[in-house]
């Protein structure tokens, strides 16, 4: 879909998400200074109290929005408490906002273990070396933890701790912003009802 179509609130060839999607993502990744792929990550604790944080999107489709993460920190507890996630993506660069809303599934151990084996090995030893959203009694606890892992796994794989893994968000509702002028912005939602059931597309009110 071309800039101009976009521009002009053309969103009516598109009746499912993850084509649009991917188009908005790949034109981040042309106009976007860092991390095209940074998402806001909205999650609620057992009060009640919602948190929110960045998190790098590792893989989308018609399955769902996949990032990885430890999961005995803060989010990682949080969302297999609730079952339930939202993201945000907002690329200034390009004035489009995506949200994203739905339950929240674990992926396999086959796509842990082939993305865990894709990052630099300072990240597998920082996967070991972190126990992530607990008190840290110093910036050196923390380098002694990464030299210590280092040493231990100096020859070989790393293999991936059992506590990362990656969560897959499975939309309900997927929408996309787009400014326009006097704040008259474009809204198109795309909303499921039940899992396998095709997409409703819904304009917005700005």
């Not at 997927?174 to 326009?180: A, L, Q, S």
Request: charged residues 30%; aromatic residues 12%.
């Amino acid at each position: 879909m071309s800039e101009n179509a976009l521009t002009s609130g053309d969103f009516t060839n598109e009746n499912e998400p993850y084509s649009l999607f991917g188009t908005w993502l790949e034109d981040a990744g042309r106009s976007e200074p860092n991390d095209p792929n940074a998402v806001a990550l909205a999650t609620v604790d057992a009060s009640g109290l919602p948190n929110v944080r960045m998190v790098l999107l590792k893989d989308f489709g018609p399955e769902g929005f996949v990032f990885y993460t430890n999961f005995e920190s803060q989010k990682g507890r949080e969302i297999l408490d609730t079952g339930k996630a939202a993201m945000c993506f907002h690329w200034k660069s390009l004035r489009r906002q995506v949200r994203v809303r739905g339950a929240v599934e674990v992926v396999s151990d086959e796509e842990a273990d082939a993305y865990y084996a894709t990052r630099p090995r300072g990240s597998r030893i920082g996967a070991w070396a972190s126990k992530q959203s607990r008190p840290l009694e110093s910036r050196f606890a923390l380098e002694k933890a990464v030299a210590e892992y280092t040493a231990r796994y100096a020859i070989g794989e790393i293999p991936r701790p059992s506590y990362w893994s990656g969560f897959r968000i499975v939309p309900v509702s997927i929408e996309f912003w787009h400014d326009r002028a006097f704040r008259l912005h474009d809204r198109i939602e795309f909303r499921k009802a039940e899992s396998g059931e095709g997409w409703t597309k819904v304009r917005m009110y700005p």
